[in-house]
């Protein structure tokens, strides 16, 4: 990965859109250059996908709960039950992590009576001992996409530093 690669990711991260003519109005690199890149980012599995982002809010889906969990240690835990965890329903997000709480849980869901089956389904997991859960009242920063929040100065000094840039 290089400079122009991370100009590329950039510019599809900043305007949304992984069309070459767009990147390359917004970037001055040539269309064939992104298409060359593209297809090596994808190789490599930098890029995973081609989905469109959407609006959870449009879509009846604008309550997300943040939940803390705490489980039952035992070796390994951590998989089995965050694999549990991702099967709920409306379940976008889960992190072991460390600390007090076991398990940060992002869902979303369409209204209260959501929130109550969310929190059913957890207690039904067996080895949840107990969850604490907030309401996001307003969402100030949502960015899906990290790149966008670094500089490309940044990105490049971070790869270098982890010797991951070409030449």
């Known amino acids: 990965m290089d400079e122009t690669d991370l100009k590329i990711l950039q510019a599809i991260a900043s305007l949304g859109t992984h069309s070459p003519s767009k990147v390359q109005e917004?970037?001055?690199i040539p269309e064939s250059t992104i298409?060359?890149?593209l297809d090596k980012l994808r190789e490599k599995g930098i890029i995973k996908n081609d989905l469109y982002?959407?609006?959870n809010e449009k879509l009846g889906l604008g309550i997300t709960i943040i939940v803390e969990v705490v489980a039952t240690y035992k070796e390994?835990?951590?998989h089995k039950i965050g694999e549990k965890l991702s099967e709920?329903?409306?379940v976008s997000q889960v992190h072991f992590t460390m600390g007090e709480r076991d398990f940060v849980v992002i869902a979303h869901v369409p209204d209260?009576?959501?929130v109550e089956r969310l929190i059913s389904d957890f207690e039904s997991v067996d080895e949840v001992q107990r969850?604490?859960?907030k309401y996001t009242i307003t969402t100030i920063k949502n960015e899906p996409r990290v790149v966008n929040t670094y500089s490309i100065e940044s990105l490049i000094s971070t790869l270098s530093?982890?010797?991951e840039l070409e030449d």
């Open 131 to 133: 969850t604490q859960s």
């Open 88 to 90: 709920i329903e409306g």
């Open 35 to 37: 298409y060359y890149r």
């Open 112 to 114: 209260r009576k959501g």
């Open 76 to 78: 390994g835990y951590h």
């Open 53 to 55: 982002d959407l609006d």
């Open 161 to 163: 530093t982890n010797n």
């Open 26 to 28: 917004e970037t001055g």
